[in-house]
């Protein structure tokens, strides 16, 4: 079987993302960093319940840069897994099919999951006062 004259399917390099694509793996994404940020949760609290010094090497790790990145990124995956599954709640409805509102929907997903994390860590440095700095 000669296979060199096939035609080959469109490329990444050829292929223009849109913004429906890009939702939908970033959904993906969203879901596998919930899940990976679940074992960082899971050492925080086995380190509580195992004792002081565990629990101070697990604070001082999320208290780092990367602890905190590590943090940001945790809390901006629940928020836009979060908001877009409410958008596929409402799919699951049969509303919002509409080219128009499939876009607009999916830049409300990004502007929400943007503006509650940013919210959610104003109110944590408010409440803890920069605890950590």
Known sequence: M???????????QVYRPQL???????HRITGIAL???????????????TGPTAFDTVQSFIG?????ILL???SFALFYHLCNG????????GKGFELNTVYASGWLVVVAATVLTVISWIAAYVVLGGAGS
């Not at 899940?35 to 960082?40: I, K, M, R």
């Not at 780092?64 to 905190?68: L, M």
């Not at 409410?86 to 409805?93: A, E, G, M």
Request: net charge positive.
């Open 2 to 12: 000669a296979t060199d004259n096939r035609p080959l399917s469109p490329h990444l």
């Open 20 to 26: 429906t694509s890009v939702l939908s793996i970033l």
């Open 35 to 49: 899940a990976a940020g679940s074992l960082l949760l899971v050492w925080w609290l086995i380190a509580a319940a």
């Open 64 to 68: 780092s840069v990367i602890g905190r």
């Open 72 to 74: 940001l990124g945790w």
């Open 86 to 93: 409410i958008r596929h709640l409402v799919w699951d409805s």
